[in-house]
C-alpha cells in the first residue's frame, strides 16, 4: 500500500475506533452520577480519570513495544481490548455497577493507549514537510468520532430522558470490532527496521524518561501537559455543566440526547477545524505560531463559557464552545508535530507514547479536580482552564525558541556510538 494509501487506512482505523469512544463519554458522567450517591464528587472525578491513568502508565510502553515489533501488532491488540472493554461497559450500565463501570474504563484506558502508536504510524509514513498535515489526521478522526459519536449515542438513547441503557456501550463496542477487522486486513505495517534500528531502540527503550532530561523535548511535554489539563477541567465538567446532577444545578437543564447532540456539535467543530483549516494552514504557517494562536482562543473561549453559565445564555455557551474546540483544533496538532520533528526516527514511538502519558496524566489531574471544583463553583473549572492556558502561552513561546529539528542538531560528546541526540 503507498503512503497516501496508509494514511488513509490508519485514519480510518482510529475513526471507527474513536466513534465509539464518541458515543460513550458524553453519557459516562451521568451514568455514574445516576450509580452512586457522591456529595464531593471525587468518585465521579476517579472515574473520569482512570482512563487517563492507564493512558499514562502504558502509552509509553505500547510506544516502546511498538518500536521493537512493529506499529500494526500494537494497534491490532489495542482494538481487541476496546471490543472486550465497551462490551464490559454497556453490560455494567445493566447492572447499575460502578464497579464495573470503573473496570471498564480502567481496561479501555489501557487499550486507547496505542493512540500513539496511531501517531509514530504517520511520522514512518510522512517527511517531516508532511508531518503537520499528517498529525492533523489524527486530530480529524477525534473531531469525526466526537461529532458521529454522539450522533450514534442519540440513536441508542431509548428516550430523551430516564436511563440511557445499554445501547451505547454495545453499539461502542460493535465498532471497535469493525476497526478491528479493517485494521488486519488493510493495514499495512509501516515501521521500516534495520540494525542500526534496532541497536537504538534497544539502547533507548529501556529509559522512556530519558526524554525528560533533553531541554527541547521537555519544554514541550511540559507545555503539553499545561494545556491539555486546562482542556481537561472542561472536558469532564462538560455533560454535568449542560445537564445538572445529583449534586449540581444546571443553568441549561439538557436532556441526554441534547447533550449527545452538544457533544456532536464540538466534533464537528474539531473535524471542520482540523480537515479544513490546520492541515490548509500547515507548512504555511509555523507550528509555533499555530500553537500560540489556539492557546490564546482557547482562553478566550474558557472566559466566554464563564459569562454564559452565570447568565444561563445557551448562544453564548455554543459560541464558547465553538472558540475553545477551534483552539484544541489548532494546539494540539502543531504540539504533536513539533515534538515529532524534534525526535530521532528511531524513537518516534517513545518519544510519541511519553507525549501520550504526559498528556494522560494532565488529564488525570485535570478530570479528578474538574467535577469537585464544578461542585463548589459551577464556574470554578473555566476560570482555572482559562488562567493555565495563559502560563501555556508563555511556555509555547519559550518552547519553540529551544532546541531544534532533529536533523540539525549536533552530536553531543556523551551520544553513545552511532547514535544522535535531539
Request: charged share 10%; hydrophobic share 50%.
Amino acid at each position: 500500500m503507498n503512503g497516501k494509501g496508509s494514511l488513509l487506512a490508519i485514519f480510518l482505523t482510529v475513526f471507527i475506533d474513536l466513534l465509539g469512544f464518541g458515543m460513550v463519554l458524553p453519557l459516562l458522567p451521568i451514568y455514574a452520577d445516576q450509580f452512586t450517591v457522591d456529595e464531593h464528587g471525587w468518585q465521579l472525578g476517579m472515574l473520569m480519570a482512570s482512563f487517563s491513568l492507564m493512558q499514562f502508565f502504558f502509552a509509553p510502553l505500547w510506544g516502546r513495544l511498538s518500536d521493537r515489533v512493529g506499529r500494526r501488532p500494537v494497534i491490532l491488540v489495542g482494538l481487541l481490548g476496546s471490543v472486550i472493554f465497551y462490551t464490559l461497559f454497556g453490560w455494567a450500565t445493566t447492572q447499575r455497577s460502578l464497579v464495573f463501570l470503573f473496570i471498564s474504563r480502567i481496561g479501555a484506558g489501557i487499550c486507547g493507549a496505542t493512540i500513539p502508536t496511531a501517531q509514530a504510524y504517520i511520522a514512518d509514513t510522512t517527511t517531516r514537510e508532511q508531518r503537520p498535515r499528517g498529525m492533523a489526521l489524527i486530530g480529524m478522526a477525534f473531531g469525526l468520532g466526537f461529532t458521529l459519536g454522539p450522533l450514534l449515542g442519540y440513536l441508542a438513547i431509548p428516550s430523551g430522558e430516564g436511563d440511557p441503557g445499554p445501547g451505547p456501550g454495545y453499539a461502542a463496542a460493535g465498532l471497535s470490532l469493525f476497526a478491528l477487522l479493517l485494521a488486519i486486513f488493510r493495514l499495512p505495517e509501516s515501521r521500516v527496521f534495520s540494525a542500526t534500528a534496532e541497536t537504538a531502540a534497544t539502547a533507548t527503550n529501556s529509559r522512556p524518561w530519558h526524554v525528560l532530561a533533553i531541554p527541547s523535548l521537555g519544554l514541550i511535554l511540559i507545555t503539553l501537559f499545561l494545556c491539555v489539563f486546562s482542556f481537561a477541567n472542561f472536558e469532564t465538567t462538560l455533560s454535568i455543566l449542560i445537564k445538572g446532577g445529583s449534586q449540581a444545578a444546571s443553568p441549561f437543564h439538557f436532556t441526554f440526547r441534547q447533550v449527545c447532540l452538544t457533544y456532536a456539535f464540538i466534533g464537528l467543530i474539531l473535524a471542520a477545524v482540523q480537515g479544513g483549516v490546520v492541515r490548509r494552514l500547515a507548512g504555511r504557517m509555523s507550528e509555533a505560531a499555530m500553537a500560540q494562536s489556539g492557546a490564546v482562543a482557547q482562553i478566550v473561549g474558557f472566559l466566554v463559557i464563564l459569562w454564559a453559565s452565570r447568565n444561563g445564555s445557551t448562544c453564548g455557551l455554543f459560541v464558547a464552545l465553538g472558540i475553545v474546540v477551534s483552539g484544541f483544533a489548532f494546539l494540539m496538532p502543531s504540539l504533536n508535530s513539533l515534538l515529532s520533528r524534534r525526535t530521532d526516527a528511531d524513537r518516534q514511538g517513545i518519544v510519541l507514547g511519553m507525549g501520550q502519558s504526559v498528556s494522560s496524566l494532565a488529564r488525570i489531574l485535570g478530570s479528578a479536580l474538574g467535577i469537585p471544583l464544578l461542585r463548589l463553583r459551577m464556574d470554578a473549572p473555566y476560570a482555572m482552564a482559562a488562567a493555565l492556558m495563559a502560563a501555556g502561552v508563555v511556555m509555547i513561546a519559550i518552547a519553540v525558541r529551544l532546541g531544534r529539528d532533529y536533523q540539525d542538531a549536533p552530536l553531543e560528546p556523551s551520544a553513545a556510538p552511532g547514535t544522535k541526540q535531539p
